[in-house]
């Protein structure tokens, strides 16, 4: 397995390799000052080689280094969320809990495999405890809307995100002890949809998808994405339990909630008024900026494995 990863790693450092030095000249090239696009390309190539570098150390660490990776962007992503969304002083105790009990306990939960109460704690006891602590307090101003933002809080940046660890506790037969190659697919293929359907959309977009929520988004960018990521699942088969045609559909399908996860995300930023949900990454906005697309992708490609492939 670490030779597979090994192979992946350099392959990725590769391309950043190539991005960096395309970057560079037409740079070079360009008349001064700079376009706002080279500067934002050059950004995101440096935000990337700081995310590469990150989940290379995470790798070597194994379950170890998995775990509290995704516990601390559950943390940075939970915190942006609770920072555009409105709370007031009675819901205090609620958030406090959100962060020191809910993320410890469900990575808790990842850590020991204990599947049953993971895929239940937040959906279910969080869903209902919370709102009820706030009504403890009196404090009617705006219920359901802070309480429905809290809810929608741990769904998306933890509970959602804790299912990419959680695909190290699945028993795939044949597949014993591999399981870290199954994050390295899910994240390459779905971040690498990003980029394809960017790419896509920039070289032949004409018609938006939906323009009142992400204007940039097209079909032409969509279709494109999904059609080449799909590609790049299949190629990637070997570092998986799943054939080549297997791992196209699977890819085209967390390749597809990816997007729509996207879609629901900057569906809340246009509600808050807000471009990005943080500045955490220069270049990438914040930390939900560049995990919105594992927030749906992430439990439908955990249940799919488990479903299909585990014993």
Request: charged residues 10%; aromatic residues 14%.
């Amino acid at each position: 397995m670490r030779q597979e990863i090994s192979i992946l790693i350099i392959g990725l450092f590769v391309v950043l390799t190539t991005a960096s030095a395309t970057a560079a000249v037409l740079s070079a090239r360009a008349p001064k000052p700079l376009s706002a696009t080279l500067v934002n390309l050059t950004q995101r190539i440096n935000a990337w080689w700081v995310m590469v570098a990150l989940m290379t150390v995470a790798f070597f660490f194994g379950r170890y280094g998995m775990t509290i990776l995704f516990a601390l962007i559950s943390f940075a992503a939970l915190r942006e969320f609770v920072t555009l969304t409105h709370s007031r002083r009675s819901d205090h105790w609620v958030l406090l809990g959100m962060f020191g009990i809910v993320i410890p306990f469900q990575y808790w939960l990842v850590w020991t495999a204990w599947y049953g109460l993971f895929v239940i704690f937040i959906p279910v006891y969080c869903f209902l405890l919370m709102p009820a602590i706030t009504a403890l307090h009196g404090d009617t101003e705006r219920f359901l809307e802070r309480v429905s933002a809290q809810q929608w809080a741990i769904m998306i940046s933890v509970y959602c995100v804790s299912h990419v660890p959680a695909l190290l506790t699945l028993n795939v037969p044949g597949f014993e002890g591999r399981n870290l190659l199954l994050i390295a697919f899910l994240i390459i293929v779905v971040q690498g949809s990003d980029v394809l359907q960017y790419i896509f959309g920039k070289l032949f977009g004409k018609h938006r998808f939906s323009p009142n929520v992400s204007p940039s988004k097209t079909w032409e960018g969509l279709i494109g994405g999904l059609v080449a990521s799909s590609l790049l699942g299949a190629l990637l088969s070997f570092i998986t339990p799943f054939s080549p045609l297997q791992a196209s559909a699977v890819a085209f399908v967390a390749c597809t909630m990816g997007f729509l996860g996207g879609l629901v995300a900057s569906a809340i930023k246009r509600d808050q008024g807000v471009k990005d949900w943080g500045h955490l990454i220069e270049g990438h906005g914040g930390m939900l900026d560049r995990t919105d697309s594992l927030v749906f992708a992430a439990p439908i490609f955990f249940h799919i494995v488990r479903y299909f492939w585990t014993v």
